[in-house]
Antibody, heavy 122, light 110 residues
Framework: QLQLQESGPGLVKPSETLSLTCTVS??????????WGWIRQPPGKGLEWIGS???????YYNPSLKSRVTISVDTPKNQFSLKLSSVTAADTAVYYC??????????????WGQGTLVTVSS | QSVLTQPPSASGTPGQRVTISCSGS????????VNWYQQLPGTAPKLLIY???QRPSGVPDRFSGSKSGTSASLAISGLQSEDEADYYC???????????FGTGTKVTVL
């Protein structure tokens, strides 16, 4: 059974870089027709797609975050990571990692990790 | 501001049918498939409907999806208390080059 688990600091200072890792178990990140991505949800608000990456390195980013986001994949460790630079309080959110189906160019997201709350505060 | 608009809330009594709309445009719903996600309180979202009207394994057939033009709908028939959740539509947007989520609808079982 495919499972995803986010890990990383729960508190980040303003202007610093938020870094999270997603560990995938139950399936290989390499190959198939899936991308691996990140979605976030500010407290009490809706969902925002951040971006997704294929094991080969092909990636798609939310244009509104593109200048600050880096998503990378570590196939030997079966992990992928998110870095978000120059964070502000507006980046406080629950961050989810997930698998995303490839298709024109991206499609359904399934499954999702349990999510991790990242708070931006000094 | 999301480009996919949903009503903020919907409600019904147990056993009733509830429908949630998702309004988009030609660059998203009009040209790509729609997915629906259910988010139970305090949990991660879960894929409920994919490719407009397909249910993943394990999703009850009380849930159904449809699409017409630039709008989509999620119907819950035989509403149950465990259906109380937030529901989000989503689709790829060709103009924004972005996977966009709807504004979300909170379903309450009265």
């Amino acid at each position: 059974q495919l499972q995803l688990q986010e890990s990383g600091p729960g508190l980040v200072k303003p202007s610093e870089t938020l870094s999270l890792t997603c560990t995938v178990s139950g399936a290989s990140i390499s190959g198939s027709s899936y991308y691996w991505g990140w979605i976030r949800q500010p407290p009490g608000k809706g969902l925002e797609w951040i971006g997704s990456i294929y094991s080969s390195g092909s990636m798609y980013y939310n244009p509104s975050l593109k200048s600050r986001v880096t998503i990378s994949v570590d196939t030997p460790k079966n992990q992928f990571s998110l870095k978000l630079s120059s964070v502000t309080a507006a980046d406080t959110a629950v961050y989810y990692c997930a698998r995303q189906l490839a298709g024109r160019p991206l499609d359904a997201i399934d499954p999702w990790g349990q999510g991790t709350l990242v708070t931006v505060s000094s | 501001q999301s480009v996919l608009t949903q009503p903020p809330s919907a409600s019904g009594t147990p056993g009733q049918r509830v429908t949630i709309s998702c309004s988009g445009s030609s660059s998203n719903i009009g040209s790509n498939t729609v997915n629906w996600y259910q988010q139970l309180p305090g949990t991660a979202p879960k894929l409920l409907i994919y490719s407009n009207n397909q249910r993943p394994s394990g999703v009850p057939d009380r849930f159904s999806g449809s699409k017409s033009g630039t709008s989509a709908s999620l119907a819950i028939s035989g509403l149950q208390s465990e259906d109380e959740a937030d529901y989000y539509c989503a689709a790829w947007d060709d103009s924004l080059y972005n996977y966009v989520f709807g504004t979300g609808t909170k379903v309450t079982v009265l």
